[in-house]
């Protein structure tokens, strides 16, 4: 008997690696998939932070309050000035001069043009653009606007828009541009910073070309809208931030961050578009990470990719470094839904429970379980990828790319991988459907994944590949075939793996009917094809046998169970149960053999079988 896929051991020591210019962590290999991708223990994703010394510049001011009501109106507007009435006769020509001259809650109105000038926004104000504004960075940017600034270090903060302290800002109808040199290599360049406890409310507004040029400077710096930042493993200088229609593109290093705990944004209508396959960096979207929060919904993120073979960025998701459409590291609680991701590395990736400078999990750890629902992933790599941690995907829709959704078990996790989803069609994956992979170290931690209610076809190379040491639960689903899954079933569906429940399987693309199973708590012998044989949940010291030439499919429950091949011709899968000792008995037929950790499990006459390792 031949089976498609196997598990291949490489040897081969880790180690951890910065890219000179590019901040890329990557790992040498561990495992090999065979076919497919390297195994190694460490995360291959380069988050905003990663790739320099982030010192604790911010002062960290109280959470904002609601500013005193004003009814003062102030006018900007390149004509000339007049009694602050009306774009016609305004009463400043710079909207900085303007915030100097506002009391707290007043209203500015910024009439069409363009306008180069940082804006330092340190009280309660609400701006509105009458016409098409664009605020532009100065050639020669001046450093350190605010306090929240402040660091006295040899890359001090260059924003457009600054805005710091205890207030709450609204602003609407902005283009906000930068204006670095293409080769600018500092790593605190912002073209939104709200920080210092702020609470900014942005709508329809773009923020664009923000840091070098990401197709050829490959510094860590350039963040279209930064909420928050984590100062270290333990504290952090927030911010918050509501975001509806609004557009980030043409960044350095990542698209959106929220960072640090006591940070949170929400975004609404929001797109982030990056550079597409570039030599010089990992980008990222939208980053939440270092204990912050979110909710994103119907938001589109795209053209994260990175092709920097210099800092070995590329399809192997272990030994290499990819971009992040959307990217949770060591995030508070997030919920991702009605939302697409096209055209990056990854398409949502999760990882809690990672140590490292700007993140120290607490000693007793428990995991925040991250949602994602109703999603449009179609990347070049892995669409959904969840690494230590927990995380639920719903409702969604994976296409293309190497995996659908991957996780991996590996030996540097502290937290095991939690993974759930339900009602998820994947198609069209060159590799797997779903795959998790495994370094098989001793003391890994357990993997848990359930998938139920989803559809995974013949259109995907593969169906189910389980390397990892643990049981996949992969229950009523469609296989794109009603006789279900192939290689360890009798069916012509796609192919599962030793080590996952499958059974009972979706008998129509609808999951509306489902394979039915004789089962028993004593003896039963069947002389049919195609077939399923269970013994009674809950029952041990079952007797199930294939007594005739048909392919039938054995599945013990508790243990102590007689699980028999056929010796008329017959073709035989046996999966034994999880208890006891479980007696298998090939007849010297043909067939498959996967035991469930039962060191006491007694194989006999199996030499034609081809038998998972337990």
């Avoid at 508070?332 to 939302?339: L, P, T």
């Avoid at 719903?394 to 190497?402: D, H, P, R, V």
């Avoid at 010297?588 to 998972?612: C, F, M, S, W």
Wanted: net charge positive; charged share 15%; with cysteine.
């Amino acid at each position: 008997m031949r089976i498609s896929r196997l598990k291949l051991g490489v040897a081969a020591a880790a180690s951890l690696w910065l890219a000179a210019g590019s901040g890329a962590l990557a790992a040498s290999a561990a495992t090999m998939h065979a076919g497919s991708r390297t195994v190694a223990p460490a995360h291959h994703v380069s988050p905003f932070g990663l790739g320099f010394a982030r010192a604790p510049r911010h002062i960290a001011k109280r959470r904002a309050t609601a500013a005193p009501a004003s009814s003062v109106t102030e006018w900007v507007s390149k004509s000339a000035q007049g009694n602050d009435s009306s774009c016609a006769s305004p009463g400043f020509n710079t909207i900085s001069a303007a915030l100097a001259n506002a009391p707290a809650g007043a209203r500015v109105k910024v009439c069409k043009g363009t306008y180069t000038e940082q804006l330092a926004i340190t009280k309660s104000v609400t701006l509105r653009s009458v016409g098409a504004v664009t605020i532009v960075l100065p050639a020669s940017p001046a450093d350190n606007l605010t306090a929240c600034d402040a660091d006295g270090g040899a890359q001090p903060n260059q924003d457009i828009v600054d805005i710091c302290g205890a207030i709450r800002v609204s602003m609407s109808g902005f283009k906000i541009k930068g204006n670095w040199p293409s080769n600018v290599c500092n790593d605190s360049l912002y073209g939104v910073a709200v920080l210092g406890g702020a609470n900014l409310t942005l709508t329809r507004s773009t923020v664009t070309r923000v840091g070098g040029n990401p197709r050829s400077d490959g510094c860590q710096g350039g963040v279209g809208i930064e909420v928050g930042l984590a100062t270290s493993g333990t504290t952090a200088d927030p911010g918050r931030a509501t975001l509806r229609r609004v557009i980030v593109r043409a960044y350095q290093k990542n698209g959106i961050t929220v960072d640090g705990r006591g940070s949170s944004a929400r975004m609404a209508g929001v797109k982030v578009i990056g550079a597409g396959a570039t030599q010089a960096i990992a980008q990222n979207g939208i980053q939440v990470s270092d204990g912050a929060s979110a909710a994103i919904t119907g938001s589109t993120v795209a053209g994260d990719e990175c092709s920097d073979t210099a800092a070995d960025c590329g399809p192997n998701g272990f030994t290499q470094t990819q971009s992040c459409g959307i990217l949770l590291f060591d995030a508070g609680a997030v919920r991702v839904s009605r939302s697409k991701v096209t055209a990056s590395d990854i398409g949502v990736y999760n990882i809690e429970d990672y140590t490292w400078t700007y993140y120290q999990p607490p000693a007793s750890f428990t995991p925040v379980l991250e949602h994602f629902s109703g999603l449009h992933l179609a990347n070049r790599y892995e669409n959904a990828y969840f690494d230590e941690g927990a995380s639920a995907l719903a409702s969604s829709q994976l296409s293309g790319g190497e995996v659908g959704i991957e996780s991996a078990q590996w030996t540097g996790q502290t937290t095991p991988p939690v993974s759930r989803a339900t009602g998820v069609l994947i198609k069209h994956a060159s590799q797997d459907a779903v795959l998790v992979a495994s370094d098989s170290a001793v003391g890994d931690q357990s993997v848990s994944m359930r998938i139920a209610g989803s559809r995974f076809g013949t259109s995907n190379a593969h169906g189910i590949e389980n390397q990892s040491t643990s049981v996949l639960s992969a229950v009523r689903d469609w296989w794109g075939r009603p006789t279900g899954p192939s290689v360890w079933s009798f069916g012509t569906g796609a192919s599962v793996s030793s080590d996952v429940s499958f059974f009972p399987w979706a008998l129509n693309l609808g999951l509306h009917r489902f394979q039915a199973c004789r089962t028993t708590s004593g003896s039963i012998t069947t002389t049919r094809t195609r077939v399923v044989l269970c013994a009674k949940p809950g029952s041990a010291n079952v007797s199930l046998t294939n007594g005739g030439a048909g392919r039938v499919l054995l599945i013990g429950n508790q243990g102590n169970d007689k699980l028999s091949g056929s010796g008329a011709g017959g073709e035989t899968w046996i999966i034994t149960g999880t208890g006891g000792a479980n007696v298998v008995n090939g007849n010297g037929g043909t067939g498959y053999i996967q035991e469930r950790g039962n060191p006491a499990d007694i194989l006999k006459n199996v030499a034609d079988y081809t038998v998972a390792a337990n």
